[in-house]
């Protein structure tokens, strides 16, 4: 979503917010805009642009404008269309005052009308703009001053960034719900919405909380809450590594971090098996260990492929574990009338660690007692810091839209979640040492698959003239089902719906015909022969089904249009190995109708509105 970076230093701002941009163009946007000032001759550039941050680049190097400080944005439109008008920066009646946000302001209904009674004039359809209005307002000899009072006055969430000609030489940020986090470079500050925008450059950083501000100044930062109080905050050193964001050669990044899993495996087990006495480690969850080790139940929440990893964790935990485990789509969560007790976990699950429901629900949790866990792949992110405990999934910038590598990560963290509690709960040190024998061998079974691409990507073609898919698996494949069916019609735009095979007759079946292929997950264990049973229901309605079996079941292609073999492992780690094959067809059959795979239309990597 929205994506916010500014800079100021030594440096010309302008190639540092350009790439800075780029770096944020990940998260999903529609147009993109910069200002920046020359303190030294006080002139402006303010641009924008629809489109990527490309379009913006030209209108920026058709000038040779340079100025030390000056902020960007990337605008995932909420209030109003995709044009340059409602784009970032918006600024006020004298055109002298710039301003940035991420989120939404939920009274901006009425502060607008009121602005307009006093004469203020707008020219976009934003809420931002009525904030850039509201410090116009206030303003009368200091600048931060203004932004304060006015940020007292809206309701609902900001990450923003403001400055103004009058008062240069200084960037106001502040947040309340939507992060910023400030980089301490050499004689420089970079702050941003996502690290990712400016790890290049520093890695130390100062996370704001929600209700600070922080003036910038050229060598000098000043931390506040909203009623100028000030803040001490030392900076911390974080553990990301900037990663070019280049395709190395794949054609887009999701093919790219597709390749990636089997690397993504192996990082997110290092250091945390340990084989002889087949348990994990897990230290960022031994603070809590002891409550973990007497919790009653366990609730994953999340959202999209980050819900589907809780679902598969689930089946996971009711195996390893006699813990009683459920699962709830962080937006539904939220609002029920849960009895959540001091004896309850609830694990937020999330990739970015900004996904607004999933932090709204464990807000909820944390409210009523229970113990708030996290696992999330971006360090410091807002979930990551306001869980009790939780484990990092360490898989590196996830660039494409649509997650992958992650979601392998987030499954196989889960495991490891599972043995530490299990083995310490009544699961045997044999069936330990077993499953951390099999995690071992995850990454080479992905290479396996991986070795397929070929093949999978000509059954793709074969499939392109389909305008819907159904995906079905049982018990622990029923998620890697859902998410087939999401990463098919995310990126390809065609319809996809994810079911439990065994509920196929209970409704969906009368949806096949020869024009609605099934995409059935039939790997061997001790729902195969149901599988089989459902797939001949569906052959006998002369539905194609497309098969992923166990390498070796020759018999199967005697019942089924297309097979793709994947290599066995034992029953709970199968899915993880099964989604690689469903996540290789769904880039093919999109990258074969030639869609935006790395930006999907209308999607956004943080969903950080509600
Ligand atoms: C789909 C996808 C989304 C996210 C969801 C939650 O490929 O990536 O469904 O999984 O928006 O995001 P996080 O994991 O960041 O909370």
Not at 85 to 91: F, G, K, Q, T
Not at 142 to 158: H, I, Q
Not at 383 to 404: D, L, M, N, Q, R
Request: charged residues 25%; glycine residues 8%.
């Amino acid at each position: 979503m929205c994506g916010i970076i500014c800079y100021i230093g030594e440096q010309n701002s302008i190639p540092i917010l350009l790439e800075g941009l780029k770096r944020l163009e990940y998260r999903g946007y529609d147009s993109a805009g910069l200002a920046s000032i020359n303190p030294e001759n006080g002139e402006v550039l303010f641009v924008k642009s629809v489109g990527k941050v490309g379009e913006l680049e030209k209108k920026v190097k058709s000038t040779d404008f340079s100025g030390n400080y000056g902020i960007a944005h990337t605008r995932w439109a909420t209030h109003g269309k995709p044009t340059e008008a409602n784009a970032h920066p918006h600024s006020d009646c004298t055109g002298k005052l710039f301003l940035i946000h991420n989120g939404i302001i939920e009274n901006y209904e009425i502060l607008k009308k009121e602005l307009i009674k006093k004469g203020h004039k707008f020219v976009s359809d934003t809420d931002t703009e009525v904030l850039a209005h509201l410090i116009e307002d206030n303003l009368k000899d200091n600048f931060e001053d203004a932004v304060r009072k006015s940020l007292a006055m809206v309701e609902g969430t900001f990450g923003i960034a403001a400055i103004h000609k009058d008062f240069p030489r200084k960037i106001v940020v502040a947040r309340r719900g939507s992060p910023i986090i400030i980089g301490i470079g050499e004689n420089e500050y970079i702050a941003a919405s996502d690290v990712n925008a400016f790890i290049r450059y520093t890695n130390r950083v100062i996370y704001l909380n929600d209700d600070e501000m922080a003036l910038l100044n050229d060598n000098e930062l000043v931390i506040t809450d909203l009623n100028l109080k000030q803040i001490e905050k030392k900076p911390e050193t974080i553990d990301w590594q900037y990663e070019a964001d280049e395709k190395e050669g794949f054609k887009h990044f999701m093919l790219k971090e597709i390749y990636e899993q089997p690397r993504t495996v192996e990082n997110a087990v290092r250091g945390r098996l340990i084989e002889g006495e087949g348990i994990s480690k897990l230290g960022g969850l031994e603070p809590v260990l002891d409550r973990i080790l007497n919790l009653k139940k366990l609730t994953f929440v999340s959202c999209g492929t980050s819900f589907y990893a809780g679902l598969y964790g689930k089946y996971v935990f009711e195996r390893l574990t006699d813990l009683d485990v459920h699962v709830d789509y962080a937006s539904e969560f939220r609002y029920r009338n849960l009895k959540l007790t001091e004896e309850d976990g609830v694990v937020a699950i999330s990739q970015s660690g900004e996904t607004a429901d999933t932090l709204a629900a464990l807000r909820e949790a944390k409210r009523k007692g229970s113990l708030v866990l996290g696992l999330v792949n971006v360090v410091g992110s807002t979930i990551a810091k306001e869980t009790h405990a939780g484990v990092y999934c360490h898989a590196g910038p996830e660039i494409g839209v649509a997650s992958t590598k992650i979601f392998v990560s987030q499954c196989v963290i889960l495991n490891l979640i599972a043995l530490l509690i299990g083995r310490r709960r009544g699961l045997s040190v044999f069936d330990g040492m077993q499953l951390v024998k099999e995690i071992k061998k995850l990454s080479g079974n992905i290479e396996k698959i991986l070795e397929k691409a070929d093949l999978i990507r000509e059954i793709a073609k074969k499939y392109l003239p389909y305008q819907n898919f159904l995906y079905i698996g049982r018990h622990l494949n029923f998620p890697i089902a859902m998410e087939g069916a999401l990463k098919l019609k995310e990126i390809s735009y065609v319809h996809a719906e994810g079911y439990p095979a065994g509920e196929m007759k209970h409704g969906p079946i009368s949806l096949i015909d020869e024009y609605f292929p099934t995409v059935a997950i039939a790997t061997n264990g001790f729902t195969y022969e149901k599988m089989i049973s459902n797939i001949q229901e569906i052959k006998a309605r002369n539905g194609k089904v497309i098969a992923v079996a166990t390498e070796g079941n020759d018999e199967i292609k005697n019942v089924v249009d297309d097979v793709i073999y994947v290599p066995e492992t034992i029953d709970i780690l199968q899915p993880i190995v099964n989604v690689i094959p469903l996540q290789l067809f769904a880039y093919y059959f999109a990258d074969f109708k030639g869609c935006d795979i790395d930006k999907p239309r209308n999607l956004a990597k943080s969903v950080t509105v509600e």
